[in-house]
């Protein structure tokens, strides 16, 4: 095709427009099969392609024939190519970028439930009252009991991580979760958790914005998004197409993300917490992981340094003098997702302290670019237990090859990567791993999603 098309601008250039037409027909011909090769998801058959790519190249044989020259010809090849290098890559940029804006998005779905919820919480004070009557359980402290905290303002996506942490619990009743969220979200987070059944688990709603302690004085991350600069780099529209739509993703700077470098100030009688993204599904029994011996050290996770791009040096500056003194560049990273942290020992390290520290350090983002894990890279330093990959598999976000007994075998699958499961653009064969765990009977589901 792409020969046939150089043959078409030479045919042209020397007036032969029959041939330039009979040229164009066939280029049709072709893209017009590739294209219901792709509709109907199979490959094209001989059978299919034989004809055509017969009569397309005898036609190149006739203009061959022709007798144009062969620099002509060369000339006209290299031209042709080169726009479509171009035309390829301006394409893959505006492909990275859609898909970025599409991730950050909240689908009309999920906005229409949050709406419906929210509104019930406003209507209802019978619900904002017994929010007060559970708001001192002793529960909610009790350091027998089994405690997982989530930051999200993800109502469906925080409910799926519930109820597969709950439908694969021995003893459900011994399950605390810790939820905070943001104030737009928080009526309808407490809605959904008043009013569905968690088979006598324990769910805590918290709302950050109360959190008064967390200011700009104290946290180096507040101090930035009150930063008019850093609220147009990471807020503004996409302007400058020379930066990564992914190192302007707003959720780098967002407090609910942040959030995890201050557990121990969130739940300060708390001694051990399971941490969970909103985009995870439990798969098996967590309550192990609160008898795992982490070796005195603060944070239990999953390495990821399989492949060489996951050591530190992929994610933090090393020509620094201060990193390359300090840190190893061949250390192996870990994943943020299914952590289990000794908060008594991350209060002995004073482990935030450390964290502001190094944000303190990188005001001008030269030591990382983005996202929370290399300041956490940099703060458990050390501190870090490494726990067997099977507790957590990451990945389904992006990749469409992982191993189907990995995935059987892990206690929790991570969607990390652009792919959410609620998007359209999930990747359609892990879906309904998550989907499972969706209380599809509920109202509000039906007439937001289903609908």
Not at 45 to 73: C, G, M, N, R
Not at 93 to 117: I, N
Not at 311 to 332: G, H, M
Request: proline share 4%; charged share 20%.
């Amino acid at each position: 095709m792409t020969l046939a098309k150089a043959y078409v601008i030479i045919a042209k250039e020397h007036n032969n427009l029959h041939l330039a037409w009979e040229l164009s027909n066939k280029i049709k011909s072709c893209q017009l099969l590739l294209s219901k090769a792709a509709k109907r998801g199979q490959y094209i058959t001989v059978e299919e392609a034989e004809p055509i790519i017969s009569s397309l190249s005898y036609l190149i044989f006739k203009a061959q024939d022709a007798h144009y020259d062969i620099s002509t010809t060369m000339m006209t090849m290299k031209s042709h190519i080169q726009a479509l290098e171009g035309r390829t890559n301006a394409a893959t940029v505006q492909s990275t970028l859609f898909g970025q804006l599409v991730a950050e998005a909240l689908p009309k779905s999920l906005h229409c439930l949050k709406v419906k919820l929210t509104n019930d919480w406003l209507k209802q004070p019978p619900l904002q009252n017994h929010v007060e009557e559970k708001r001192n359980s002793p529960r909610v402290i009790d350091n027998n009991l089994y405690h997982f905290c989530i930051f999200s303002d993800n109502v469906l996506a925080t409910s799926v991580v519930v109820n597969s942490t709950i439908s694969n619990a021995d003893h459900p009743k011994q399950l605390v979760f810790h939820i905070a969220t943001i104030g737009i979200s928080y009526g309808s987070m407490q809605v959904w958790f008043l009013t569905n059944d968690f088979k006598g688990a324990t769910v805590e709603v918290q709302n950050i914005e109360e959190f008064t302690w967390l200011n700009a004085s104290y946290a180096p991350v507040m101090k930035r998004l009150l930063d008019k600069d850093s609220r147009t780099y990471y807020f503004g529209a996409y302007q400058d197409m020379k930066v990564e739509p992914k190192l302007r993703n707003p959720k780098h700077m967002s407090l609910l993300n942040h959030l995890r470098f201050y557990i121990p100030e969130v739940y300060p009688l708390l001694e051990k917490v399971v941490f969970l993204d909103d985009d995870v599904v439990v798969q098996k029994d967590l309550t192990r992981l609160f008898s795992l011996d982490l070796h005195g050290n603060v944070n239990g996770a999953v390495e990821t340094c399989l492949e060489a791009f996951h050591r530190y040096y992929k994610y933090i500056n090393f020509s620094n003098p201060v990193i390359s003194s300090k840190f190893d560049p061949q250390a192996c990273g870990w994943a943020f997702g299914m952590n289990v942290f000794d908060l008594i020992a991350w209060r002995k390290e004073n482990v935030t302290a450390r964290y502001h520290y190094w944000q303190e350090q990188n005001g001008d983002l030269t030591l990382w670019k983005l996202g929370t894990l290399p300041p956490a890279l940099l703060a458990f330093y050390g501190l870090t237990e490494t726990l067997d990959r099977r507790w957590h598999v990451l990945g389904l976000g992006y990749d469409m090859n992982i191993d189907d007994r990995l995935i059987d075998s892990a206690a929790v699958i991570h969607f990390s990567g652009n792919m959410k499961p609620w998007l359209k653009l999930a990747i359609g064969r892990y879906k309904p791993l998550w989907e499972r765990y969706i209380n599809q009977s509920h109202p509000y589901y039906q007439d937001c999603v289903i609908s």
